[in-house]
């Protein structure tokens, strides 16, 4: 559970000195998550639970070393260049510019939209797309939760996770994987659960996975697994576009492309900056 900023302000501190802190941490939080770019100085005490007079104070001194600033107009408080900068270093150390760098690469050399997406138990999130700049595209959606037996990443991310995921234990999760549900082609059944246990192969021998749009879309999807670290298979790159664009004479070369993005993310600390989104 998140602590409210109200609740990080009104506690009772050891000492006078970790309470301006607190009280100094909470008005950062306030401003930072605003809406609006801002907050003025009765929206900060409301938020906060502090009192006029201790926010005036408080955010005199956050100004003075520039964690704060006051917009053009003067009545409301912004992250100032010294908080930005934090920023731009927290960023830079989780392998988030490489990240979008890699996709837009991707997406530049196919013509088609490339996203990474994390598994969520049996579900992919997407994380961050990097759109195509074709008239007739994919829509890229971070944050849209997809089945993973829905999504080329998904596929991947099953093909690849163990050695062979069709001989998985029905109902058995992935030792020490807290995000990983049972196996979603387990309740397939006949000709279905044959048919998936042949995708799953296919996408193993050529090292991508290979989806097309069972929605009537006209979508087609190629994903490869991201090697981040992790002793599971959490990550995975993909390209989606008309199939009528992606044909079958073109998927080795697309493949290519997209194991290719997928290796050159490989060692970054994606996992952890991505799995915090």
């Known amino acids: 559970m998140t602590e409210s900023t109200t609740d990080l302000a009104s506690r009772t501190p050891r000492s006078s000195g970790v309470q301006s802190v607190a009280r100094a941490a909470a008005l950062l939080g306030a401003v930072v998550d605003s809406p609006s770019g801002g907050a003025t100085l009765t929206e900060l005490s409301k938020l906060t639970g ?43 150390s989780t392998g988030l510019p490489e990240v979008t760098a890699v996709l837009k690469e991707l997406a530049d050399a196919t013509g088609e939209t490339a996203s990474i997406g994390m598994r969520r138990g049996d579900r992919v999130l997407v994380l961050v797309s990097v759109q195509s700049e074709q008239p007739l595209r994919y829509l890229g959606e971070p944050g849209v939760s997809v089945p993973l037996t829905r999504t080329a990443m998904g596929v991947a991310l099953l093909a690849f996770d163990t050695p062979s995921p069709p001989q998985r234990t029905p109902g058995q999760r992935r030792g020490g994987d807290e995000d990983a549900g049972p196996d979603p082609t387990e309740d397939a059944e006949g000709a279905d659960k044959w048919s998936w246990h042949v995708r799953l192969l296919a996408a193993q021998f050529r090292g991508y996975a290979v989806l097309d749009g069972a929605d009537g879309s006209g979508l087609r999807g190629l994903a490869a697994p991201v090697d981040s670290g992790s002793p599971y298979i959490q990550l995975a790159v993909d390209i989606q576009g008309p199939a009528g664009r992606m044909t079958d004479d073109r998927l080795d070369a697309l493949g290519a492309r997209v194991v290719a993005a997928a290796d050159s993310l490989r060692g970054l600390p994606v996992a952890l900056a991505l799995g915090q989104l």
């Open 50 to 92: 502090l009192n006029v007079s201790t926010v005036h104070r408080l955010l005199g001194t956050l100004c003075a070393e520039g964690l704060l600033c006051r917009s053009r107009e003067g009545d409301r408080f912004q992250p100032g260049p010294v908080l930005l900068r934090l920023g731009r270093r927290s960023l830079a």
